[in-house]
Nanobody
Framework: QVQLVESGGGLVQAGGSLRLSCAASGSFFSINAMGWYRQAPGKQRELVAR???????NVADSVKGRFTISRDNAKNTVYLHMNSLKPEDTAAYYC??????????????WGQGTQVTVSS
């Protein structure tokens, strides 16, 4: 099992910055890809950014140039650095990791979500 603890959400004015963190713990062989998704009210959950174990990233066009994803493999932690925030970035942000269990396959795990609200 993998436990994910997210932090860093909150209320910020447009143009401001926030940093989200997600730390993975538990019993697993490896943490593979780590990423952030978001879901606004009435909308589907969408990928924001994703990073592999070796550091390759995939960032949604809607946040490219404003958001950066990074990870600390020693701490099994992924970060989402959000700059130049816009009201349309308001959503619940969810951490997602792909973890390989000992003697088993890869499974996806989700965090509980952290709210980001951007005021205009």
């Amino acid at each position: 099992q993998v436990q994910l603890v997210e932090s860093g959400g909150g209320l910020v004015q447009a143009g401001g910055s926030l940093r989200l963190s997600c730390a993975a713990s538990g019993s697993f062989f490896s943490i593979n890809a780590m990423g952030w998704y978001r879901q606004a009210p009435g909308k589907q959950r969408e990928l924001v950014a994703r990073i592999t174990m070796v550091g390759s990233t995939n960032v949604a066009d809607s946040v490219k140039g404003r958001f950066t994803i990074s990870r600390d493999n020693a701490k099994n932690t992924v970060y989402l650095h959000m700059n130049s925030l816009k009201p349309e970035d308001t959503a619940a942000y969810y951490c997602n990791v792909l973890a390989t269990m000992y003697g088993d396959r890869e499974y996806p795990y989700w965090g509980q979500g952290t709210q980001v609200t951007v005021s205009s």
